[in-house]
């Protein structure tokens, strides 16, 4: 389905509401993520002077500018509170506000404590403690405040202004009223999917709920080599399913108690979900579509998710910085410009049509934020999430109502009930290993710039203006010849340029911070430096095309024993060299390189 209803199925209407216009609603969202990063302290009065003028003087487009004051004003506020503050003890009750992760020996979770955002490190009988906790739980702290480090950019855009270190802890009591409703629910689901064995209750988790703490490299690498990773953490599209599944039941209720049960509804998946930022943009769009139907003014959905975003970068600026905020809002616009256009070009039924629509149009909405933050789009991402849709629709539309029901009742009656959930979580991931496997390589900004204008090709050839509205009608001729032109492009473009690459591998390559690579005369050499750990390796293989490996160089270090174990999920391993266990000067050969079995170092062999 394609988004643009209401969650219990009322169709938007194309045409623009009576007051503010659509284009002036995207005009509003893009002044306030402008402004959110230009963050320029102002007086109160003059973003609030520009709205009443603009109300005023019935100028809607006025709005723009007020917009753009306030969420600049609001961001350097934001930013003046985030001042660190002095290193010393400290000693209080702290709530948690996402779940503890434990990283290597330390439990790391962020807290509130008087009124700000820390980062709480606990490690041996405190870590215990903390471990045994959930968001919204209080805990009772005793530690010492600490400045963030350098490269803790990213705890920043989420307001944690400095590190607790915890020395002692204990149960602070209990939490509130909906964050106790939202655990009880995450607790059940858990319960019910023990059976199931660590590494598919870890992808349940993710699918669901957007745990992703306990999932495996090799899991998170394969869903990232085939473009899937966005089912690994929860997103709008789980909104989409839990509304509807509820939209039997709100039918039958009046708009008042429609309203006040969806308000709900969507307000524990919200604490459920550890506010997520997809989650957010999704809750905050089916919030205003839910308002806007139960006026009588059912508005069109990229109205909807442009006032949406505006309300939500309001409410904090932070979120343009958010990663997964931008994706979530890039991959929903694509969506509602591109996908309609597209399911009515192809050709075929609508179940086939509209499935690829969605998933063809989010991934070339997403692919150049992909390119910017992680150097490339992989080949295999769309055929992959077209296989593996369905797959992971039936985990987060089964898998929900059947966990809960699981969780409650137990064995035997768990395991019959997510038989399917089981089924599908193995589909899911086998279309995510193979796809990752497959040397195709990824797209970079020029072969995304050249499959995008593909795309908007062969929908431009197989649509014309129509009728007196102006509206777009498919034509066959146009549909086929646009198709083959757009068609061709993609294949071309997404298949034989990293193709070619791959044909001629460099002899040496640096495929990831602290993975090499080397090849010569038919033999792969891989080196790994010490502490490099196994998802920079799963990385680096996946991004190297290397199937084989002759020599694999690893060591020392704590994480060797998972370095070695990840390269051989992604390559076939003929021989391992631990650093330092041979003697000095002993070396391989091995095709046209030598390896020095005692620090690893590889050189190309001499001419004979």
């Known amino acids: 389905m394609i988004p643009g209803a209401a969650p219990w199925g009322l169709p938007a209407p194309p045409d623009d509401p009576p007051g503010l216009r659509t284009v002036e609603a995207v005009g509003i969202a893009v002044a306030a993520a402008v402004g959110a990063l230009v963050a320029a302290p102002m007086s109160t009065w003059l973003p609030v002077a520009a709205a009443v003028g603009a109300v005023a003087a019935r100028r809607p487009r006025w709005l723009i500018v007020a917009v753009a004051l306030a969420s600049s004003m609001m961001a350097a506020r934001a930013e003046a509170g985030m001042a660190p503050p002095d290193p010393r003890p400290w000693a209080g009750r702290v709530v948690l506000v996402t779940d503890p992760e434990t990283r290597y020996d330390t439990v790391e979770a962020v807290g509130r404590a008087d009124g700000r955002l820390l980062l709480l490190e606990a490690d041996g009988a405190a870590a215990e403690v903390v471990a045994g906790r959930l968001a919204g739980e209080p805990v009772r702290i005793e530690g010492r405040v600490a400045p963030l480090d350098a490269d803790d ?14 020395r002692a802890a204990d149960p602070g009591g209990q939490a509130s009223a909906p964050w106790r409703i939202a655990n009880r629910i995450r607790r059940t689901l858990v319960a019910g999917v023990e059976h199931l064995g660590d590494d598919r209750r870890a992808l349940y988790s993710g699918l669901v709920l957007g745990d992703d703490r306990d999932q495996p490299p090799e899991m998170v690498d394969d869903f990232r080599g085939s473009g899937l990773s966005h089912l690994l953490a929860v997103s709008g599209q789980n909104v989409a399913f839990v509304t509807v599944l509820l939209a039997p039941l709100l039918r039958r209720l009046p708009w008042s108690a429609r309203l006040v049960a969806l308000a709900g509804v969507l307000t524990v998946f919200t604490l459920a979900t550890r506010f997520e930022p997809s989650v957010l943009r999704a809750v905050a769009m089916a919030s205003a579509a839910a308002l806007a139907a139960a006026r009588g003014r059912p508005t069109p959905a990229i109205h909807v998710g442009a006032l949406a975003v505006s309300a939500l970068v309001l409410v904090d600026p932070f979120l343009v910085r958010s990663v997964g905020f931008q994706l ?10 591109l996908g309609p256009r597209l399911a009515d070009a192809l050709p075929g039924p609508t179940v ?13 909405g997403v692919a150049p934020l992909l390119v910017a933050y992680f150097g490339g789009v992989p080949v295999v991402s769309l055929p992959a999430n077209v296989v593996g849709g369905p797959a ?3 985990v987060m539309t089964w898998g929900l109502p059947a966990g809960l029901a699981a969780g409650l009742i137990g064995d035997p009656w768990a395991r019959a009930l997510h038989l399917p959930t089981r089924l599908a979580l193995d589909g899911l991931w086998l279309v995510a290993r193979t796809a990752s496997s497959l040397p195709l390589g990824e797209l970079d900004a020029v072969g995304v710039g050249v499959v995008v204008a593909g795309v908007a090709a062969a929908v431009a050839a197989s649509t014309r203006r129509g009728g007196s509205g102006g509206t777009r009608e498919a034509t066959p001729g146009p549909v086929r010849s646009g198709l083959r032109i757009g068609a061709g492009i993609v294949v071309v473009t997404s298949l034989l340029a990293p193709a070619a690459t791959l044909a001629r591998p460099a002899t040496h ?5 602290g993975v090499e690579v080397w090849r010569a005369g038919g033999a792969t050499v891989v080196t790994v430096a010490p502490s490099t750990g196994p998802t920079r390796v799963l990385e680096g293989l996946r991004r190297a095309g290397v199937t084989r490996v002759d020599v694999l160089v690893v060591g020392p270090g704590m994480s060797a024993g998972d370095e070695e174990r990840a390269a051989r999920h992604r390559a076939r391993v003929a021989r391992t060299v631990w650093r330092g266990r041979a003697e000095p000067g002993e070396r391989s050969p091995v095709g046209g390189l030598v390896v020095d079995l005692a620090d690893g170092t590889v050189r190309l062999a001499e001419p004979a």
């Open 153 to 166: 950019s990213h705890l920043r855009t989420r307001h944690v202004v400095a590190r607790l270190r915890v």
């Open 392 to 394: 992971a629709a039936l």
């Open 509 to 513: 390559v640096v495929a990831a911070p």
């Open 352 to 364: 086939v049509t509209v499935p690829f629509s969605v998933g063809a149009s989010a991934q070339l």
């Open 328 to 337: 979530s809002v890039v991959a929903t616009t694509g969506i509602l410009l």
